[in-house]
């Protein structure tokens, strides 16, 4: 089946720090992969996205490479800044026999201290 | 301005009653779909739909209808079925294939007493 797994949180960083965040998924297929943000009492914005393998989705400073070997999609940023504060969510695209459906990992929350 | 809206931001309801949650988009967008947000947890499909009067079950449905008469529109009842319905709902929409990401609206906050 198809899943994403993400690391854990919370995240805590000081104000330039560098960040990374693991994600790994499960598919059939080619699957595209995206990461999401999500700040307090909001819906999801997408961040970036990369829809075929070595590909690299950038966006606001954040990098993400789709590494078909590992099936990994890390999200780096290298200083981060108070406003990134937020929940980060990795997902992925698959096809099943009812469309193309998604499957998000379970959010990875991220405070940004001065 | 393009975009999916969802109203209302809040929403309060006595146990027992049926309460339905709006969801519109004028991105043209085929596809749309219904999640649930519990405090710090991960979103979980309850209902999507990839064409106009065709509609299937996400993962947690129990409790939840949906109608999708118009692209544009898909509208989701919590019923007085659903055992815990306070949450936060998210709709989204996207085009088909595999290469198109969803976009989501602002979110609709049930709470039920």
Same mark, same amino acid.
């Given at each position: 089946?198809?899943?994403?797994?993400?690391?854990?949180?919370?995240?805590?960083?000081?104000?330039?720090?560098?960040?990374?965040?693991?994600?790994?998924?499960?598919?059939?297929?080619?699957?595209?992969?995206?990461? @999401?943000?999500? @700040?307090?009492?909001?819906?999801?914005?997408?961040?970036?996205?990369?829809?075929?393998?070595?590909?690299?989705?950038?966006?606001?400073?954040?990098?993400?490479?789709?590494?078909?070997?590992?099936?990994?999609?890390?999200?780096?940023?290298?200083?981060?800044?108070?406003?990134?504060?937020?929940?980060?969510?990795?997902?992925?695209?698959?096809?099943?026999?009812?469309?193309?459906?998604?499957?998000?990992?379970?959010?990875?929350?991220?405070?940004?201290?001065? | 301005? !393009? !975009?999916?809206?969802? /109203?209302?931001?809040?929403?309060?309801?006595? %146990?027992?009653? $049926?309460?339905?949650? /709006?969801?519109?988009?004028?991105? $043209?967008?085929?596809?749309?779909?219904?999640?649930?947000?519990?405090?710090?947890?991960?979103?979980?499909?309850?209902?999507? /739909?990839?064409?106009?009067?065709?509609?299937?079950?996400?993962?947690?449905? %129990? !409790?939840?209808?949906?109608?999708?008469?118009?692209?544009? /529109?898909?509208?989701?009842?919590? #019923?007085?079925?659903?055992?815990?319905? #306070?949450?936060?709902?998210?709709?989204?929409?996207?085009?088909?294939?595999?290469?198109?990401?969803?976009?989501? !609206?602002?979110? #609709?906050?049930?709470?039920? #007493?």
């Amino acid at each position: 089946g198809n899943s994403v797994t993400q690391m854990e949180g919370p995240v805590t960083l000081s104000e330039e720090a560098f960040l990374t965040i693991n994600c790994t998924y499960t598919a059939t297929g080619y699957p595209s992969l995206f990461w @999401y943000v999500q @700040y307090p009492g909001e819906g999801l914005q997408l961040l970036l996205k990369a829809t075929k393998a070595d590909d690299k989705g950038s966006n606001k400073g954040f990098e993400a490479t789709y590494r078909k070997e590992t099936t990994s999609f890390h999200l780096e940023k290298g200083s981060v800044q108070v406003s990134d504060s937020a929940v980060y969510f990795c997902a992925l695209s698959s096809y099943s026999n009812t469309g193309n459906q998604f499957y998000f990992g379970t959010g990875t929350s991220l405070t940004v201290i001065p | 301005d !393009g !975009g999916i809206t969802q /109203s209302p931001k809040y929403l309060f309801r006595k %146990e027992g009653q $049926n309460v339905t949650l /709006s969801c519109e988009q004028n991105l $043209n967008h085929d596809a749309m779909y219904w999640y649930r947000q519990d405090p710090g947890q991960g979103l979980r499909l309850i209902y999507y /739909s990839q064409i106009v009067n065709d509609f299937q079950k996400g993962d947690i449905a %129990e !409790g939840y209808s949906v109608s999708r008469e118009k692209k544009e /529109s898909f509208p989701l009842t919590v #019923t007085s079925a659903q055992k815990n319905p #306070t949450a936060f709902y998210l709709c989204a929409s996207s085009f088909s294939g595999l290469a198109y990401e969803q976009y989501f !609206g602002p979110g #609709t906050r049930l709470t039920v #007493t």
